[in-house]
């Protein structure tokens, strides 16, 4: 760097040094948003996503910010197109390679998910099964059959029974899904159980 130097009244000056450096706070802002923009544009179109969604845009106007946002997320943009119902879009995802093992926990939020009357017939629950969702998958509380004994929902626990769903898996706690019906007083899950072959719990 060449610096240059003057007098002034109180002494001399390296102009070419605080040039530079008033210049580097001036431009480090800039560097900073260019650097961080990516990350920034990145939530901006997620959360634009997500608020389309919610008001239910028309798929024409979703599908090219989803595949925009898939491309760094694709679980969240898969995971939200399922619980909005966007069965069309989330199947093309599969079809292009998405690998539906990475949304195992979200079978048991849709198994649980009738509390909110959004989906009394598990339509969400029934696509994932169907598409190859693994009914074993473990979430924070278990698997999906302990996530619904848990809200106490028959017709989902039926569900899961009848595609294969593990009836003597033991959960973090050592329960089985008869004893964990049991403990809470579910007695028709319980009954429901013991038809389709649960042993009792030797624990």
């Not at 260019?34 to 634009?48: A, G, L, R, T, V």
């Not at 029934?126 to 698997?143: H, S, Y």
């Not at 089985?176 to 038809?195: D, F, H, M, Q």
Request: glycine share 6%; aromatic share 10%; hydrophobic share 40%.
């Amino acid at each position: 760097m060449i610096v240059a130097a003057c007098k002034i009244s109180n002494g001399w000056v390296l102009t070419g040094v605080w040039a530079a450096i008033i210049l580097l706070f001036a431009i480090y802002p800039t560097i900073h948003f260019i650097k961080e923009y990516p990350d920034n544009q990145f939530e901006k179109n997620q959360s634009k996503l997500y608020e389309m969604l919610a008001d239910g845009a028309p798929d024409e106007k979703i599908k090219p910010l989803a595949e925009k946002v898939a491309k760094k997320c694709s679980g969240c943009v898969f995971d939200k197109l399922v619980e909005y119902f966007k069965f069309d879009m989330a199947r093309e995802m599969i079809e292009n390679g998405y690998d539906i093992s990475k949304s195992s926990y979200l079978l048991s939020d849709m198994v649980e998910d009738d509390r909110h009357y959004t989906d009394t017939e598990f339509t969400r629950a029934v696509f994932l099964i169907e598409n190859g969702a693994d009914v074993n998958g473990k979430a924070l509380r278990g698997t999906p059959i302990f996530h619904t004994i848990i809200w106490g929902n028959l017709k989902s626990v039926k569900l899961l029974l009848d595609n294969g769903a593990d009836i003597n898996i033991r959960n973090q706690e050592g329960e089985t899904p008869l004893s964990c019906a049991k403990r809470l007083g579910e007695n028709e899950i319980v009954a429901l159980l013991l038809k389709y072959g649960a042993t009792e719990d030797n624990k």
